[in-house]
């Protein structure tokens, strides 16, 4: 007599079809060797590009598509175009001298005699003005007096508003003024260098929009020697919309140095509004390596 397990374990094999065990096997392996296939060598993962720090010339303005040039290169100059001068008119020839006719010299007329002044009549004696009564004050109502203190209000915030707008603008001025006296500084090796980028394939005259932030950003950063210890490298996304003001901003890869990762996020939040707008509203990854800042001159 067979025992129970064996019978229902017969019954089990009888209602599968014929093949089933290998197709589960085949299943197993294939779940099993995905993972160790994506996680060996042959896959490797697909790592973000790092592009080459340039030195960049931030008077220069931001394009989509930037030509072969020197990204530190200055910005040509147009020169007005010199109007040729008029040709002189010709001098037109002198007339003939006309003789002057005599002039008649009249007699002189004979004074009339003096006639004695009359004697002004006395001023007669101004009456007195009638004082007028004062006229009693209109009365406010309480909802003239909440209109009026409504429109106080939206006067004062829009006072508030164009102040705020003044101040930005003062700030990209500076910032232009600032950029412009760097700039001053800078010269490229390549005389008469056009200003694009050196893998530039556009047609633009600029630099690319990364170069400029990367460049913007450095240049308001500020770190001690004493505290750079070994070769730190983070990695920063940050979000700018088209007026070139910065959105938010995270570090993909903070690079384990504290004081390099706090030094970073200041001048990050100092470049927050950059000194010119953008081509559209952008996204960059930019990756900041010590060495490389204080290596810049």
């Known amino acids: 007599m ?59 303005k931001i394009v989509k598509n930037p030509q072969a040039g020197r990204p530190e290169a200055a910005p040509v100059e147009k020169k007005p175009a010199v109007k040729p001068k008029p040709k002189p008119k010709p001098k037109p020839k002198p007339k003939p001298a006309v003789k002057p006719t005599p002039v008649p010299v009249k007699p002189k007329p004979k004074p009339e005699p003096v006639k004695p002044k009359p004697i002004p009549p006395k001023p007669k004696p101004k009456p007195e ?56 500084k800078m010269t490229s090796p390549v005389t008469d260098a056009p200003a694009g980028m050196l893998d530039g394939k556009g047609d633009e005259a600029g630099v690319s929009a990364t170069a400029h932030v990367q460049e913007f950003i450095q240049q308001q950063w500020s770190f001690a020697k004493y505290q750079a210890v070994g070769n730190p490298e983070a990695e920063v996304k940050m979000f700018y919309n088209a007026e070139g003001t910065l959105l938010h901003y995270k570090f993909e890869k903070k690079s384990g140095n504290n004081a390099f990762d ?20 952008m996204e960059f990854h930019i990756f900041f390596n010590l060495k490389d800042m204080l290596d810049r001159p």
């Open 262 to 281: 706090e030094s970073l996020a200041r001048a990050i939040v100092k470049s927050k509004q950059l000194n010119q707008p953008l081509p559209e509203a």
């Open 129 to 184: 003005p009638v004082k007028e009564k004062p006229k009693p004050k209109p009365t406010v109502s309480k909802a003239q007096e909440n209109s009026l203190q409504q429109r106080l209000e939206q006067m004062r915030a829009a006072q508030e508003k164009k102040a705020s707008e003044q101040l930005r603008k003062d700030k990209i001025a500076a910032l232009k003024a600032a950029a412009l006296a760097e700039s001053s």
């Open 2 to 60: 067979e025992s129970p397990r064996k019978q229902r374990w017969q019954q089990l094999q009888s209602v599968f079809e014929p093949g089933f065990k290998q197709m589960l096997l085949i299943s197993v392996l294939l779940h099993l060797l995905v993972p160790i296939l994506y996680y060996s060598p042959f896959f490797p993962k697909r790592a973000i590009e790092k592009p080459p720090v340039y030195r960049v010339n931030l008077v220069n």
